[in-house]
């Protein structure tokens, strides 16, 4: 079964950095485009960043371009989002997806909080 | 950046009858590889989204027929045929042709 698994979520004040992981399994991850996904609390889904499938340049969101890195080791079919300058409108659940142009495997999402 | 702009954003059903949302692009959807990548996603309360419609009109393996995908160009719609009570929550369409990939702002289907 295909799955992907969150991790790294926590309390950050602002201006503090944070990695978030994603971990696939049941997939050939190293052909995978992945995407990372945020949701403020009561508001709509983000696009945030993510690979495309077969190599290409990374694309990301206009509000972390600049702050945010997507990298992946494929060895460990893992995902990373590296986040720097953290504000508080960063403050969210992070979901990572299988996919770039249609994202069809989700994870749980890890929450990510930014506040003094 | 596309902008996904859906309406309504929020639509009270009666359970057995039909609904319908819209999505419109601002820029055409269609990939060089000749796909138009529009999606539709399912949130209920509390969970994770869910795909539930790709490339336009592709239902995904366990999504009831009830649910239908249609468009081109710019304009795009999700129909439910028969509104059941597990179809209560947030749906979104998504573009995945251009950098960033963007949602529209979500349409909150509840039970009147």
């Known amino acids: 079964e295909v799955h992907v698994v969150e991790s790294g979520g926590g309390l950050k004040q602002p201006g503090g950095s944070l990695t978030l992981s994603c971990a696939g399994s049941?997939?050939?991850?190293?052909?995978?485009?992945m995407s990372w996904v945020r949701q403020a609390p009561g508001k709509g889904l983000e696009w945030v960043s993510g690979?495309?499938?077969?190599?290409?340049?990374?694309g990301y969101a206009d509000s972390v371009k600049g702050r945010f890195t997507i990298s992946r080791d494929n060895s460990k079919n893992t995902i990373y989002l590296q986040m720097n300058s953290l504000r508080v409108d960063d403050t969210a659940i992070y979901y990572c997806?299988?996919?770039?142009?249609?994202?069809?495997?989700w994870g749980q999402g890890t929450l990510v909080t930014v506040s003094s | 950046d596309v902008v996904m702009t859906q309406s309504p954003l929020s639509l009270p059903v009666t359970l057995g009858q039909p609904a319908s949302i819209s999505c419109r692009s601002s820029q055409g959807l269609v990939h060089t590889d000749g796909y138009t990548y529009l999606n539709w996603f399912q949130q209920r309360p509390g969970q994770s989204p869910r795909r539930l419609i790709y490339?336009?009109?592709n239902r995904d393996s366990g999504v009831p027929d009830r649910f239908s995908g249609s468009g081109s160009g710019t304009d795009f719609t999700l129909k439910i045929s028969r509104v059941e009570a597990e179809d209560v929550g947030v749906y979104y369409c998504?573009?995945?042709?251009?950098?960033?990939?963007?949602f529209g702002q979500g349409t909150k289907v509840e039970i009147k």
């Open positions: 998504m573009q995945g042709v251009h950098w960033p990939r963007t």
């Open positions: 490339k336009v009109s």
């Open positions: 049941g997939f050939t991850f190293i052909n995978s485009g």
């Open positions: 690979f495309p499938g077969g190599g290409g340049s990374t």
């Open positions: 997806a299988k996919g770039t142009s249609a994202p069809d495997v």
